[in-house]
């Protein structure tokens, strides 16, 4: 069967709201919210194409758009790519050309509309920022705490909380304080043994390569209301952690890095190899910075993890 190439886009407003429409109930899929857009014609470039769709059915001129995440899908009567770009700048007011309801939604609002299967990858995109802090070892609960409260009111949107060489009670400690600082700013992911997440409800967890590959022949651990990530290095971790079902990946090392000098690093054009055929956001880290942002973007990733890179001390 052949796959049908559709361009896709996240339209972020100046408010951080984001457009989505409403499919015609006569449609494929009818009756489903999904990200405005459609099929690319023989030869058309994905921005050419994205920007032809979005004048037709939105009217709308596309100012500044750039890759967000491309996503395979098999439904029992179509194969799609979806070549999905975020569009944060664009001429006229969105209006439905061919008569379909429009909405503008928060990202965290976009799990209670109902969107084709195919778009799950996307509303999680959507949803995540560009930058992942992962905090850094050898510091003392309290300079940790207050350099998490410096990132946080510098503007990260995700943290891990890393302290590998933590008694585990004392990392207990500081989880419940980290969860208590970024409750309403910052999506909090925690490391720790699975038997720990029943105790943190309200944070992500963050799994490491060996719990992925201890873990994932028994599938998702808890509900798709709650982030899961995993920590991978190979395109076997990455196989597992779509067999997990995790909402997204950190993939590594890209860049030979200080804290693990003894890696082997994977390089631009391999790490782009691998985040091709990854139908999940992929954070790249290892040796990058805020300013690889759009080279981690040109080759397909969510954005760029980090720990010295960002953090604020």
Known sequence: MKRIHVVAAVIRGQDGRLLIA????????????EFPGGKLEPGEAPRDGLAR????????????AR????????????????DVWEV????????????QPLAWVLPKALRDYDFPAANAPIIRAATLPAQYLITPDGLQVPALLQGLQQALA?????????????????YRDMAVDAVGLCAGKALLMLKGPMEWTGDFPAAGWQLSAEQLRKYAPHGRPFPKERWLAASCHNAEELELAALMDVDFV????????????EATPLGWE?????IAGFDRPVYVLGGVGPADQ????????????????????
Do not use: C
């Open 154 to 170: 510098a503007g990260i949107g995700l943290v891990q909380l890393r302290a590998p060489n933590m008694y585990d009670p004392q």
């Open 53 to 64: 769709e979005l004048m037709e059915e939105l009217g709308i001129r596309v100012q500044h």
């Open 22 to 33: 409403r499919r015609a109930d006569t449609q494929h899929q009818g009756g489903l919210w």
């Open 294 to 313: 759009a080279r981690a973007w040109s080759v397909g990733a969510q954005g760029v993890a980090g720990i010295r890179a960002f953090w604020p001390v």
């Open 250 to 261: 950190t993939l590594s090392p890209v860049q030979p890095t200080q804290t693990h000098p």
């Open 67 to 82: 890759p967000l995440i491309t996503v395979h899908h098999d439904y029992p009567d179509k194969h799609v790519l979806l």
């Open 88 to 99: 944060t700048a664009f001429s006229g007011e969105p209006q439905g050309a061919e008569g």
């Open 270 to 274: 391999q790490a782009q190899r691998l």
